[in-house]
């Protein structure tokens, strides 16, 4: 039997690469956790989640000064932003969470932490090059787990590689606010960003090639977050085409083709291309270890495994679902399969994710649109915040809850537009993987008054079509001779 270097070897130190290198070396496993950049914690931290949500937090704090007559109160005199403090707090916060993900913390678990640029020599060893440069070391591993991520993906739009536009990597750190902002996409990051920086002060149009943002959430739930983003001042422009993009002086100008064939230009200060993430597939020498590949990402089954057995890939690398979450369990199921030897298969069937706008849009299960691709005949149930206290008492009213059920009555999927949605969800995350009946939800008690209780008011509205039918009030009028409505 050959002699390796190491157990197992990660490449990628994100959600689903630290992941398994703790849990491995924990469990005595020779770890060795490569990492290209020069701090770990993947694009999560450095230029995803982290930095986008605390960006999130300052734009709604300004919203709400800004508005404050809506709550009765004096409009404050505010300043114009001053983007660098926002950038400034934003680091701050990564930098508060980086020792989390320290070397010395996962060395201290037991792994092995190299930092540096790795691509494969062959089947089962490493070519790491030093991040100063120099000669490249060659590391074996009998396992080897791909957490390599993504980049931003960088689209055929004629002229767009002559000028300087930004990403979800370079827009956090940038020194002044844009007076003007385009932002091409229509996706979770750009209706993110979009409303942001509205709110932070720039003028913001988006450029959407589909009818509606958020294309893939059913139309009348992704309404109530476009409707909140144009009320912010944010011009949204759908069914769009991107023709060409240029750059004169300060000003890039994008013109793009509409309905009808007739085109505009658009021209503003600043230009953010945010059409998702790319795989990042292509600095790996993936062809000298004969794993399938393709811009798409790496093919894995449903063990986390490539076409060679003992590489495993996980997180953005597979292009299959772009969440820290999902990367997280994905790194669960090959510490199961790669260290236990037990064999667990990834399932996202109830897997949830989260659009951060205001209100926020959240998902768990099947919505309209995938049901009807999947041919499932469902019926819909539907709350609405308007009727929910605490969302009145918050002066946010707008949205509603929606409940799918199939023709046996089990619940398939639910979407949440409004406040607090993203934490709303983790109710149903309980309740579906917990396979817990409506009637207990309905019976459980919630505080008064929360925004939580439009969970459990749908569960009672639905159940009180049955308890309150025409054939219950006739039971009991026979048994009990009750004298009221029949």
């Keep these: 039997m050959a002699e390796y270097d190491f157990d197992l070897i990660i490449i990628g130190s994100g959600a689903a690469g630290l992941t398994i290198a703790s849990g491995a070396a924990q469990l005595g496993v020779k770890v060795l956790l490569i990492e290209k950049e020069k701090q770990m914690g993947g694009d999560c931290l450095h230029y995803g989640c982290v930095p986008s949500k605390t960006l999130i937090k300052c734009a709604k704090v300004r919203h709400q000064m800004t508005n404050a007559d809506s709550y009765g109160l004096p409009t404050p005199n505010l300043d114009p932003v001053d983007f660098a403090k926002v950038a400034a707090h934003i680091q701050s916060v990564i930098d508060t969470i980086q020792p989390h993900d320290s070397p010395e913390r996962f060395e201290g678990l037991g792994a092995t932490v190299r930092f540096g640029t790795a691509s494969f020599r062959d089947p089962h060893t490493i070519s790491l090059e030093p991040p100063e440069g120099g000669t490249p070391e060659h590391i074996s591993g009998k396992t080897i787990v791909i957490a390599a991520g993504s980049t931003p993906s960088k689209p055929p739009f004629k002229g767009l590689d002559q000028v300087d536009y930004l990403t ?143 590489i495993y890939a996980v997180g953005d690398i597979t292009g299959k679902y772009q969440f820290t979450h999902a990367a997280g369990y994905e790194g669960g199921i090959v510490i199961a399969n790669a260290v ?64 799918l059920q199939d023709q046996k009555g089990r619940i398939i999927g639910v979407q949440i537009a409004g406040i607090h949605a993203g934490e709303l969800i983790n109710e149903w995350v309980a309740i579906l993987g917990g396979k817990v009946s409506l009637s207990t939800l309905a019976g459980a008690i919630h505080p008064y008054p929360t925004v939580s209780e439009i969970n459990k008011k749908v569960a009672g509205t639905i159940l009180s079509k049955k308890v309150f039918s025409p054939f219950t009030r006739k039971v009991l009028r026979t048994l009990f001779k009750y004298r009221g409505r029949a």
């Design 168 to 310: 979800n990597e370079t827009v956090f750190s940038q020194k002044t606010l844009p007076k003007t902002l385009t932002v091409i996409g229509g996706g979770p990051i750009a209706v993110e960003m979009a409303q942001s920086f509205q709110r932070l002060g720039s003028q913001v149009t988006l450029l959407q090639r589909s009818a509606h943002i958020l294309s893939k959430e059913d139309t009348d739930m992704a309404e109530v977050v476009e409707t909140s983003l144009r009320k912010d001042g944010v011009t949204i422009v759908t069914n769009t085409s991107i023709k060409e993009i240029s750059q004169h002086d300060d000003q890039i100008s994008v013109t793009c083709g509409t309905k009808g064939d007739s085109s505009q230009t658009v021209t503003s200060e600043k230009l953010l291309v945010a059409l998702g993430r790319a795989p990042a597939v292509e600095a790996l020498n993936l062809k000298n270890t004969g794993v399938e590949y393709s811009k798409k990402g790496i093919p894995v089954d449903e063990k986390m495994r490539t076409n060679v057995p003992h």
């Design 340 to 403: 236990f030897k037990m064999p667990r298969k990834a399932d996202y069937t109830l897997l949830p994710w989260v659009t951060y706008s205001d209100p926020e849009l959240a998902s768990i299960g099947y919505n309209e649109k995938r049901a009807q691709q999947a041919d499932i005949k469902y019926t819909v149930h539907t709350e609405s915040f308007a009727f929910n206290d605490r969302a009145l008492a918050e002066n946010q009213p707008e949205g509603k809850l929606k409940l």
